[in-house]
């Protein structure tokens, strides 16, 4: 089983819909957690960190469910400009490694 | 900043030469990460580096891949001898100490990548 889980899309939505990915690990010891944005043939780049009590950032909500092991993504009012793909990553910094482990990604297509 | 700076951005090879891969991470931070993107397995782990010491070397598929960081702003990936197999995009990535906090330095920076075809 992977360690981080994600469901691959693509996702076509049309513009101005609401769209939710979500995202399962399999280390209960992991402790932070991320949603990293990757556009096509570029590099991932941070879109929000994921809290326990669960955040906003403008259009994008994040919510982390430990007792399930799993973190969602929700997105509104989707513009052509969220077309990407998202990539679910997780951590464990108190153990003996530092290393991100990151999820194969979501792809999102926003249609016209 | 200028942000990771990785060279070069394209390199095509043959199978059986030695490819070398260079990062300039962002001047400060302490860990530096090389990592493998396919189609099939997504972005993968390679090695990361604290104070450009190696730290954990797990992801680094065998012997023909090593790497360096002989100073805090340079780093290298070699394949020796290539194979078509390691064909991909390579990534270096850049942090401060996570450790430090909310905010302090969760956030990994990426170059631009290196894409990486073998013949």
């Known amino acids: 089983r992977k360690e981080v889980e994600q469901d691959p899309g693509p996702f076509n939505v049309p513009e101005g819909a609401t769209v939710a990915f979500n995202c399962t690990y399999s280390n209960s010891a992991s402790q932070s957690f991320f949603w990293y944005r990757q556009d096509c043939r570029k590099e991932p780049k941070l879109l929000m960190s994921?809290?326990?009590s669960g955040n906003e950032d403008g259009r994008f909500t994040a919510q982390l469910n430990r007792a399930s092991q799993y973190i969602s993504l929700l997105i509104r009012d989707s513009k052509l400009s969220d077309s990407a793909t998202y990539l679910c990553?997780?951590?464990?910094?108190?153990?003996?490694?530092?290393?991100?482990?990151f999820g194969t990604g979501t792809l999102l297509a926003v249609q016209p | 900043d200028a942000g990771v700076i990785q060279s070069p951005r394209h390199e095509v090879t043959e199978m059986g030469q030695e490819v070398t891969l260079r990062c300039k991470p962002i001047?400060?931070?302490?860990?530096l990460f090389w990592y493998r993107q396919t189609m099939m397995r997504g972005l993968e782990l390679l090695i990361y580096?604290?104070?450009?010491?190696?730290?954990?070397d797990s992801g680094m598929p065998e012997d023909r891949f090593s790497a360096k960081m002989p100073n805090a702003s340079f780093s290298t990936l070699k394949i020796q001898p290539s194979e078509p197999r390691d064909s991909a995009v390579y990534f270096c990535a850049s942090s401060l100490d996570p450790r430090r906090g909310a905010g302090g330095g969760d956030e990994q920076f990426f170059g631009p990548g290196t894409r990486l075809t073998v013949l």
């Open positions: 990553v997780v951590t464990n910094y108190g153990g003996a490694t530092n290393k991100l482990i």
């Open positions: 994921v809290y326990s």
């Open positions: 001047s400060g931070h302490d860990y």
């Open positions: 580096f604290n104070n450009n010491v190696p730290i954990d």
